[in-house]
């Protein structure tokens, strides 16, 4: 293979990495299979999964230098590691952006790769593709109808346009509303004004009883229109100018007994101060909705206000109108533009999705992309070379684990044999095991014996805390196998490694100093 000197200090896990699908060792099935795709243009969203160094990352990034010239892999390509940026920050920032433009290639779709996606938060993935259920739930006009008496404050009270939002933020709609009252006129009220609403608000004003008494006509009358309807409207009752609660008029236990006779909501505020208004529609919007109430926030005053004229005898020919997400009021809200990527931006892009562990992606988000479980490669098609039988030992089928190995060892000793692979990375050597073993025989001692004289040394050893609980803990536990009758060369060998753990974690320098 033909290195540029660019590339001479590079480590050789990038140095050699794959560039063509053919250069590919082991997955024949998987690659035969992404060739295909490739050659019919017809490639899908991808989801590869499987241990580290398995080829998930070589595989499509060899895709993608078959798919683009050098010249477009720029443009084409965007290359993300989530492990760096693991929030929804990253979607609705660098991926919206790249998913949304074209270029002027004409190269085919754009490829973005996630790498370490399962470090993704939730709320990072379900921003990834489109949730069909918010989808439906966005584009549902929740439709709310007030009905009262003139003066009552269905309108004019009414002008503060709120806005709703999540705990969390994000998209938030302002609600906007008219009147469908006639004056307390309830049998001249067409059906058309009153029936398919989901929300009906019987208002009245606390200082007016003659307003409350009049709620029963209407409250009759739409029970009537509803009679015969399969989808049942959530009604509730508002009183109005509780800032005026000095001069109630309607008695407390007049509207409990109104209310559980018709079984409404019931609700108290002040639409001239804003109080209890935004918390009367959230909570029946949540209710319709099934929902969790989402926390509240104050009204926005810059938010234009439409007024709308109360008629005489006249219904109003539109009804109020909420767009709400359910998703908000669920604390979970995410905006439009970044709950439909996967989907909207099909024709333009391709997801490349890469994760250790497939558990850790949400099946609505597995269910858009083609699964490829990379397994383990064998330890004949990462090094048929005899002689360094220690990197398939110290591998355990991880190929960036065989390279970064090797390429330690190289520089190290311009020699790879067993004794330097193991003394390289600090692991047992084959010889100093039966070494020991060996002297142990020749003395007849017992690994008890050893266990019990170590165990006074490393006392007088000046070891960090840590260290010296965790070879404690270990040597007991080998002592208790011992007891049980555990063969001593086993135990032996798992001493041997607690001692190695233990001098990894520290300077042996200044221990011996």
């Not at 243009?41 to 078959?66: D, E, M, R, V, W």
Request: glycine residues 6%; charged residues 25%.
């Amino acid at each position: 293979m033909t290195v540029g000197e660019g590339t001479v200090n590079l480590p050789w896990v990038e140095k050699y990495r794959p560039s063509k699908l053919e250069d590919l060792v082991s997955h024949d099935d998987i690659i035969k299979t992404i060739s295909q795709f490739m050659n019919q243009n017809q490639l899908p969203h991808l989801l590869f999964y499987g241990p580290p160094g398995t080829g998930k990352t070589s595989t499509i990034l060899a895709c993608a230098k078959q798919l683009y010239t050098p010249q477009q892999f720029n443009s084409m390509v965007l290359e993300l590691n989530a492990s760096d940026d693991r929030g929804i920050g990253i979607v609705r920032g660098q991926i919206l952006s790249f998913a949304s433009t074209r270029t002027i290639f004409k190269a085919g779709p754009k490829l973005i790769i996630l790498d370490e996606a399962d470090a993704m938060t939730n709320d990072a993935q379900n921003a990834l593709r489109r949730n069909t259920e918010d989808e439906e739930i966005q584009s549902k006009i929740i439709k709310i109808t007030l009905v009262g008496e003139p003066g009552t404050g269905k309108i004019s009270g009414w002008k503060w346009r709120q806005w709703l939002y999540s705990r969390r933020g994000g998209d938030s709609r302002p609600v906007s509303w008219s009147s469908s009252s006639s004056s307390g006129a309830a049998l001249r009220c067409g059906r058309q004004h009153i029936v398919h609403y989901n929300i009906i608000i019987f208002v009245y004003d606390l200082t007016n009883l003659a307003s409350f008494e009049k709620l029963n006509e209407w409250v009759e009358k739409v029970e009537e229109l509803y009679k015969d309807e399969t989808d049942k409207p959530l009604m509730a009752m508002f009183g109005n100018k509780s800032d005026l609660e000095h001069q109630r008029a309607v008695r407390l236990s007049s509207v409990t007994a109104f209310g559980a006779d018709h079984s409404l909501e019931k609700f108290k505020g002040s639409a001239r101060t804003g109080e209890m208004v935004n918390a009367a529609f959230t909570t029946l919007i949540a209710r319709v909705m099934g929902a969790k109430v989402s926390s509240l926030v104050a009204p926005v005053s810059q938010l234009p206000v439409r007024e709308v004229p109360e008629r005489e005898n006249q219904p109003q020919e539109e009804a109020s109108e909420l767009i709400m997400n359910r998703a908000a009021l669920r604390q979970v809200q995410k905006k439009e533009s970044t709950s439909v990527l996967i989907e909207k931006y099909t024709e333009n892009v391709r997801f490349c999705i890469i994760c250790n562990y497939l558990g850790k992606i949400i099946p609505a988000l597995q269910s858009r992309c083609t699964r490829f479980r990379f397994a383990p490669l064998q330890q004949n098609q990462i090094i048929s070379d005899d002689g360094i039988k220690a990197l398939l030992t110290l591998s355990g089928g991880d190929m960036r684990k065989v390279l970064n190995t090797l390429q330690s060892t190289w520089l190290a000793y311009r020699d790879v044999t067993e004794d330097n692979v193991y003394t390289c990375v600090g692991h047992p050597l084959r010889s100093d095991i039966n070494n020991i073993q060996d002297l142990k025989i020749l003395k007849g001692l017992a690994l008890g014996d050893i266990l019990t004289e170590i165990h006074t040394i490393i006392q007088r050893l000046k070891l960090p805390p840590e260290v010296l609980i965790s070879l404690l803990i270990k040597m007991a536990e080998s002592e208790v196998r011992l007891s049980s009758g555990c063969s001593e060369r086993i135990e032996l060998a798992a001493l041997i490694a607690a001692f190695q753990e233990a001098r990894e974690k520290v300077n042996i320098e200044e221990l011996v100093a």
